[in-house]
């Protein structure tokens, strides 16, 4: 009993830290900007609801919102579909090259994402596809990382489903979207969140490639409103709380699954 009291107590704790900067944004989003950095800080709201509204009028939002949907729901579809291909091939099939293959693939894991903004932004210039959409979303289509994920949770996986379809006369590619995609429901999930968020919170691509406020997405967006001399804190937390929700409510819908497709992908290596 003590001993559940305390972990109880450090999670408690731990979870109040983990909280604070949340209930501060909002207690932030609510007070005027001479409150807000006044010293001491105070720690009462002051009831500036008319924050929330002037984020509209300094921004796009409604579009820049758009904007950041579609590109993290068009991210996040194409890196389930094209990751869980290329995952269940280094899992389940054999071809020449294989473990070559797979471990280039890796590699770029080791590669910091930096390097990578040059040739990417020369490539959509070329394209013609700067101050686009396209230019948001195809870069980041794929990624090492979910090869990897998925490949670890495909590794899981009962083969003798599989080698029963064989028997029955599927191919791979049926094997693969009627047996393999069904089962792997949680690892698809996690991988999906863990894209969703790194697709909302993406700030430094959308700089790079749009200048246009009305094909900026929400993480650009908000950083427009930091200036060189001074910042309006309030506002900017009421913006960042609002680009905030749409993905903490995915999280706590899909929250179950993401841990258990978390946890099962550590089984087998």
Known sequence: MPRRFWLHTVLIAASLVMV???VWQII????TLSSATTVPPSLLPEGHWENYGRVFDLLPFGTQFLNTVIMAVARTLGQVLFCSMAAYAFARLRF???RILFAVILSVLMVPPQLFIIPQYQIMSDLGW????QALIV????SAFGVFLLRQFFLS??????????IDGAGPLRIYWSIVLPLARPGLVALAVLTLLWSWNDLFWPLVV???PETMTLSAGLASLQGQY?????ILMAGSLLASLPVIVVFIFLQRQFIQGIAQTGIKG
């Open 28 to 31: 932030t989003s609510l007070k």
């Open 96 to 98: 020449p090259g294989k």
């Open 210 to 212: 749009n200048s246009d």
């Open 139 to 142: 870069p980041g289509l794929f």
């Open 230 to 234: 001074q910042t309006d804190y309030p």
């Open 20 to 22: 604070t900067p949340f």
């Open 130 to 133: 700067l101050n686009s959409l």
């Open 157 to 166: 996986l009962p083969g003798e489903l599989e080698e029963a379809a064989r």
